[in-house]
């Protein structure tokens, strides 16, 4: 099973807000005397399999910072994201305006 996704939303807008969410965290973190050396950006060219948390071999691609299945990766919607919080920028993406599913207990448990 998948990650449950609000209407209208993709997996790709929730990664946005985790990854606001982690970046924020990590500069709470460091302001509070953690030393923080970086936040990185997990399966830039995306992943195989991970709708079932890699128990089978479906071969389902997500894409992730890039897309890679053409012949050039390409940037996604995350890229820019990744590329704000990389500058000291608040990103600009409209999933940011929500929770993300992990947040929205009605959603997991409706998973469950």
Known sequence: MGHPVH???RATDHRAVLGVEIHGGAARA????VP???VTAWAVFGSFN????VTRDDDV???GVFDVRGPVPRPTA???VVRALAAGQHPEHPALAGLGW???LPAVQ???
């Open 30 to 33: 460091r302001a509070a005397g």
């Open 78 to 80: 995350l890229a820019a």
């Open 61 to 63: 691609y997500e894409p």
């Open 102 to 104: 992990w947040q929205d």
């Open 110 to 112: 409706r998973a469950a």
């Open 50 to 53: 991970w709708h079932c948390l």
């Open 7 to 9: 209407a209208g939303q």
């Open 36 to 38: 923080v050396r970086a």
